[in-house]
């Protein structure tokens, strides 16, 4: 099967399956215990039946439940995700400004652990009981059994109250000025920490995983090969071996990007990144279900597009792979 | 065994390596001494586990270290000491001076390069050839080793091509760069009769025409017989018999090798009569680890004696050429 087939195919199965999450989202909400009119009363510091009858009709929560689905379906289809109770904002609006902000903390964390993941797996697979090797296991050791939040509250401690290197948190310092450049510069120093936090768990999971699978590489009859035609070492290892060992790195990656999206949330809420995660965590306590519902949205779509891309890349790494 | 005054292109003498095992100090090779002159074909034979493969990687200065070591002897390729040299000198003699074809075409080729590539890359990285004038070279030796379609067949991955064209393929990477020796570790066990004989003919075709040296490893006697100048015979780690082709398969003078040859299945039996079951060697090569100080095939061997179990035999002059460590030959001679 060609290439842009196996694509098209993919995309397909990628929109089914945001249908099926809208659908199962809608109605896990629905049937959650608890009135949304009711809260948004609440809100408003209490209402009496009529104003809550009101609001119902205002919102459409009078209607069947079929009903107010199509409705939700056919606007996210539209692109238009509700408006926010809590907000008062489109949801659209109010995720698409909070995006990138996630984007930008995940895709840096992911790219950073993959890439020194990776380094680290092949210098230990070099001389499996070298000195990088016992730094990768005790490094996995640390990375997988600290939590996140009590990494990153470390990380503040020692970065921002004893050696005040980094800001304690947000994205952006407002009282700098200056060009482009600086402003840049402004943002990963931002950046740094959280990233780092984020980036923690899955170096030490890919660094693991990159040790493990170098060292069944490197037992394999075509490094041999490699070796008897002279290859210089690092051709052997970086060229030869790595792009054998990456499929599984690429795959766990893969599959791992919707936890990545999930300790997104706690590390936001941590270092006060203004993503989609303080957004989550904001909405839910103020059962804002509509922006729940559209960060699901999105969180999932972000998901469906990463498998996506994990799919075409194992395809370009190994010709052997014929996805159906 | 090379008659001739000309030095021979490869010599190994009395080489000795050692692998620390967990039940203790394994000799896996013991006073191995070879020589091959310049376009001839030495066969090495032997059961598994006799040393003929490490023979091979210790040419190549590939012996997996830990937990192997060469402890001594010396390799000398055309004068020059190849033992003690760094993996920099080491991997310039790769594939340039020597190449080396292995016994499992399948999972000897890297799955996710194209096979143009492979070849090309030995080509780069030792001539220091350009992208394009690389991929030309080969699929020059592509066509050399007789595949048909040779610039389709560079594009395509090891998966998309059969058994034979695999190894096929792998005697065109050995033989890119042009080397004077060529290492075929059994380069046919894992192939269907028909192919091994293709590449039997191939090896001798392109030895014929390129004048490369050949080591050949293999237990097909068939194709020794066939094939080889010289032949050795390998057993737990020591030659026990080497010389002439012709001289050892007719007069065998190893109980080692009188045991392989009669091994050896013929369709129609020679003499005719002779339509005795199969014979074995029975028992199986002894673990390396706990040899004792004498003849190592002496439990299996039919015609041992007292003097056996004392001590190790020496290789000993048979004929003019042919040589054989047994304490028979010892007593026949006094």
């Keep these: ?324 | 065994m090379s008659t001739d005054a000309t030095p021979p292109l490869l010599s190994v003498k009395d080489l000795v390596v050692d692998f620390k095992t967990r039940a203790g100090n394994a000799r896996v090779l013991d006073h191995v001494s070879l020589d091959i002159s310049a376009g001839k074909i030495l066969g090495i034979v032997g059961e598994s586990g006799c040393g003929k493969s490490m023979t091979a990687l210790s040419i190549m200065g590939l012996v997996p270290n830990p937990p192997g070591r060469i402890t001594s002897g010396s390799i000398s390729l055309d004068g020059r000491e190849l033992t003690g040299l760094d993996e920099e000198t080491l991997c310039e003699i790769r594939g340039t001076e020597i190449g080396m074809i292995f016994q499992e075409p399948m999972t000897s080729l890297n799955p996710v390069f194209t096979v143009g590539e492979q070849i090309a890359e030995s080509v780069r990285v030792h001539e220091n050839a350009g992208k394009q004038a690389a991929m030309a070279r080969a699929v020059e030796m592509l066509k050399a080793v007789d595949i048909p379609e040779p610039d389709i067949r560079a594009r395509a991955y090891p998966h998309q091509l059969s058994g034979g064209m695999r190894q096929r393929v792998m005697i065109a990477m050995a033989l890119a760069c042009r080397p004077r020796l060529l290492i075929a570790d059994e380069p046919t066990t894992a192939l269907d009769a028909t192919v091994q004989a293709q590449i039997f003919d191939l090896l001798q075709e392109l030895q014929q025409d390129t004048g490369t040296a050949i080591v050949l490893i293999t237990h097909d006697m068939g194709a020794i017989a066939e094939l080889a100048d010289d032949v050795a015979v390998m057993y737990a780690g020591s030659i026990v018999e080497k010389g002439p082709v012709g001289d050892v398969l007719s007069q065998p003078c190893h109980p080692y090798t009188q045991g392989l040859i009669t091994c050896v299945p013929h369709l129609v039996p020679d003499p005719p009569l002779q339509r005795e079951a199969l014979r074995e060697i029975p028992g199986m090569v002894p673990a390396l680890t706990n040899l004792g100080a004498g003849c190592a095939f002496e439990p299996r061997c039919e015609k041992a004696f007292d003097q056996c179990t004392g001590a190790k035999p020496e290789l000993i002059k048979v004929s003019a050429s042919q040589l054989g460590a047994c304490w028979a030959l010892e007593s026949d001679q006094r």
């Design chain 1, 1 to 324: 099967m060609s290439l842009t087939h196996t694509i098209a195919k993919r995309i397909g199965w990628g929109l089914l399956l945001l249908i099926g999450v809208l659908i199962l989202n809608f109605t896990l909400i629905s049937i959650a215990p608890g009135d949304i009119a009711d809260s948004i009363a609440g809100d408003m510091g209490g209402a009496d039946a009529t104003v809550i009858e009101e609001i119902r009709e205002r919102y459409g929560l009078n209607q069947p439940f079929y009903v107010q689905l199509w409705k939700y379906v056919s606007g996210v289809a539209r692109l238009d995700l509700g408006f926010s109770y809590f907000y008062n904002t489109p949801v659209t609006q109010l995720i698409l400004e909070k995006l990138p902000a996630t984007l930008l903390l995940v895709f840096s964390s992911q790219i950073l652990a993959i890439v020194l993941g990776t380094l680290l797996g092949v210098l230990a697979a070099k001389k499996p009981n070298g000195i990088v090797s016992l730094l990768v296991t005790f490094l996995s050791l640390f990375g997988f059994a600290a939590p996140v939040f009590w990494s990153g509250i470390l990380l503040i401690i020692a970065f921002v109250s004893i050696f005040p290197l980094f800001p304690v948190g947000g994205m952006t310092d407002v009282t700098v000025e200056g060009g482009f450049f600086v402003q840049l510069l402004d943002l990963l120093h931002h950046l740094f920490l959280p990233m780092i936090t984020l980036a923690s768990i899955y170096l030490a999971l890919y660094s693991r995983l990159a040790r493990a699978s170098m060292l069944e590489v490197l037992g394999a009859d075509y490094i041999r090969t490699a070796r008897a035609k002279g290859l210089p070492q690092r051709m052997v290892l970086y060229k030869h071996a790595l792009k054998n060992a990456l499929g599984p790195i690429v795959t766990v990656a893969g599959l791992q990007f919707s936890a990545v999206m999930s300790g997104a949330v706690v590390v936001e809420t941590v270092f006060s990144w203004p993503g989609l995660g303080t957004l989550a965590l904001q909405s839910i306590l103020a059962r804002d279900t509509p922006t729940i519902m559209g960060i699901l949205f999105f969180s999932s779509f972000v998901v469906i597009v990463v498998n996506i891309l994990t799919d075409i890349t194992l395809r370009v790494i190994d010709p052997r792979i014929k996805a159906g």
